[in-house]
């Protein structure tokens, strides 16, 4: 593997105190104090100094996919394929690298226009994670964020260049009604990366969810709860897929994507693997809601 994690995500959103306390209230996810700037969360899930920040913008959308990579000499060896392949790269500025809490990020953009940042050198804290309510605690460290969905317009081109560049690995495809999807992964984690061609009014360049997997289903249970007691919007019910196992359920951000909350996802091994195509992403739940 050349990238070995889903590191971060930056997004910019435009309804920063509704972020806020969805991250808090329903994620549980802990908000670094003290350190950041006017119009800027950051978001704690495990050891990392901070997993997502959130930058109060005039629009929605994504400002960063961070890929992590063992070491500076991988983060060069992936600056070099990129030089080769014709695609502008640039490093991160100071107030990025600040920002994201590491030692040396690059950036670019991939065949859908999304913004990439490679990286290496996450910052380790050595004060413990403090969940902004009563949980567990996220199945992060090693494998991650959790992942990422994608749109984009050609899913097999799109896979082949994160296999090629990052060295990802297909973990299976599912196709159901409009849709069509491969799943990808660069640790034992069943997916770090998907993608999804467009249909359902989506578009290449959309970012479909993002998934965080706590620690305990009764974790998932209680956010569940707790969406229905204050009315908030879900995208699907509870349910479990097909491909990777995964308890979970969508709810929808006040950027307008998803977040799949979640918990018990598959774990990989390579030495082993097979390759699986599914008909269904579901194997009970999981019903889209009006």
Known sequence: MIANQLGYLVLNVSDLNAWRTLSADILGAEERKGDDSAGRVRLRLDEHHHRITLQAAQTDSVEAIGWEVPSLDVLEGVRKDLAKRGIAVSDGTAAEIEDRKVLALIRFRDPDGF????????????????????????????????????????IRAAARFYQEVLGFKLSDYIAWDEADAVFMHCNPRHHSLAFINECYGMKSGDLHHFMLETNSLDDVGRAYDLMHSRSLPLVMTL?????????????????????????????????????KHFSSPKLWGHDLVA
């Open 239 to 275: 349910g479990r897929h097909t491909n990777d196992h995964m308890t979970s359920f969508y709810l929808k951000t006040p950027s307008g994507f998803a977040i799949e909350y979640g918990w018990g996802g598959m774990l990989v091994d390579d030495a082993d693997w097979q390759v």
């Open 115 to 154: 913004p990439v940042e490679v990286c290496c050198g996450p910052w380790v804290d050595d004060v413990p994670f403090r969940p902004a309510r009563a949980m567990s605690g996220f199945n992060c460290g090693a494998l991650g964020l959790g992942h990422v969905v994608l749109i984009a317009r050609d």
